[in-house]
């Protein structure tokens, strides 16, 4: 009997070591892993240069407390203002990607309550895109729109209003006195891995501009890095100038780390800056930003830069679509996504599939039982988030055994 609470509806895997791009169940079978903990380990699986770091600093000081200089903390903040947004603004670290779109949401409305309507009520409400995913937090959730994450949790935070993805029209008609800001993935992961297109995202900007609105963008999955740029954004709209940005999964590497940025711009005559809205005890956390996680979010970030990781994941997405258009396969209709965030859409009509079983997870367990871990991204599609230092035998090792089962299934 399990202890566990029933959360999750587990693969019979039990995952014991890893190396890389690889990793053995405890029945010593090896797997190439293309999940790599659902673009967590964006440099694989024990990096030398991750457990060093993650080691040294264990043995140093691993938590104190946010009411004290962490130096790890600031030389972290300094690394993503300036080597990967590379515009003015200020950091917050928590613990996952749920809070840091928690605190964007808070900033959001601490922002609404600084520019309020023009009778005086301060604005609140975030719009958000259908398919999005935000995260499970009772805040993140209510941004999440996908009815099947809010069931049997009403009544759901109030504030956010739901709009089709790249649907300009729907998105004005959708704007009000109330609303403060709009939230975005520029590529939607787990709700099927859909491209933002630069016109919408362009649109959207001029949006807030125009309505004065903060531009809110969820990089949990997209960024840093994944989409073979430094930023989600950059690969679809590298113009762009956010507001507030989220991060976590691929930020520590596998090490929980979640942060939010704030732009330093003004937001009214005065000068104020928008980051100086957060100020002290608006916001807290009592592990975020400890100088153990901090530590291994260096080491990774320094990797992802230091060995070029962005080309790399640029580079093998070209490999990848190249071979698997060449198969022009009945079972795949398209590629959607940058990167090394790329989904397969799978043609039902194609596999030999139970009724009941989605498309997409009845592929993942052949995959699994022929050694490659891989994820879905809703009932219709395959999900592929290698490290992003995967190398081209393992892409091609990958392709064959996609390839094959594919044609066993069809």
Not at 48 to 70: E, F, G, M, R, V
Not at 132 to 143: C, D, N, Q, V, W
Not at 165 to 194: C, K
Request: aromatic share 6%; proline share 6%; net charge negative.
């Amino acid at each position: 009997m399990s202890h566990l609470l029933p959360t999750y509806a587990n693969f019979p895997l039990t995952a014991t070591r890893g190396e890389g791009a690889r990793l053995w169940d405890s029945e010593g079978k090896c797997y190439l892993d293309f999940c790599a903990g659902i673009a967590t380990c964006s440099i694989g699986h024990c990096h030398p240069a991750l457990t060093k770091a993650i080691s040294d600093q264990a043995a140093t000081l691993i938590h104190c407390s946010n009411l004290y200089q962490i130096p790890q903390q600031k030389e972290l903040a300094r690394t993503l203002v300036d080597d990967f947004v590379q515009t003015p603004g200020k950091i917050f670290f928590g613990n996952s990607g749920a809070e840091a779109n928690d605190g964007m949401i808070k900033t959001a409305r601490r922002f609404g309550h600084a520019r309020p309507d023009k009778s005086g009520d301060a604005r609140y409400e975030v719009i958000t895109f259908n398919q999005s995913f935000h995260g499970r937090t009772l805040g993140s959730m209510a941004a999440t729109a996908q009815t099947k994450i809010h069931q049997g949790f009403d009544p759901l935070l109030p504030g956010f209003r739901y709009v089709p993805f790249n649907d300009i029209e729907a998105l004005q008609s959708a704007i009000n006195p109330t609303t403060a800001g709009i939230m975005l993935e520029p590529i939607q992961g787990e709700g099927g891995v859909n491209e933002a297109t630069p016109d919408f995202l362009h649109k959207v900007a001029s949006l807030c501009k125009e309505h004065d609105l903060l531009l809110m963008l969820d990089e949990i999955q997209c960024g840093l890095g994944r989409t073979g740029t430094l930023m989600g954004w950059h690969a679809i709209c590298p113009e762009l100038k956010p507001d507030t940005i989220s991060w976590a999964k691929g930020l520590g590497g596998g090490f929980p780390i979640g942060a939010f940025y704030v732009s330093n711009r003004a937001i009214n005559q005065e000068g104020t800056e928008l980051s100086a809205l957060m100020d002290a005890g608006s916001h807290g956390s009592t592990y975020g930003g400890n100088p153990l996680a901090c530590r291994a979010a260096l080491a990774v970030l320094n990797e992802i830069q230091s060995s070029q990781l962005t080309a790399n994941a640029a580079r093998q997405e070209q490999r990848i679509r190249t071979a698997v258009e060449s198969w022009n396969h009945p079972a795949v209709t398209a590629i959607r996504g940058k990167g090394l965030l790329l989904g397969f859409a799978l043609n039902p009509d194609n596999f030999n599939v139970p009724a009941e079983t989605p498309a997409s997870i009845h592929l993942c367990k052949a995959l699994m039982d022929a050694g490659l871990l891989t994820v879905p991204a809703g009932p219709g599609t395959l999900r592929w988030l290698p490290p992003l230092n995967v190398t081209d035998s393992e892409v091609d090792e990958a392709l064959k055994i996609l390839k094959n089962t594919l044609d066993s299934l069809s």
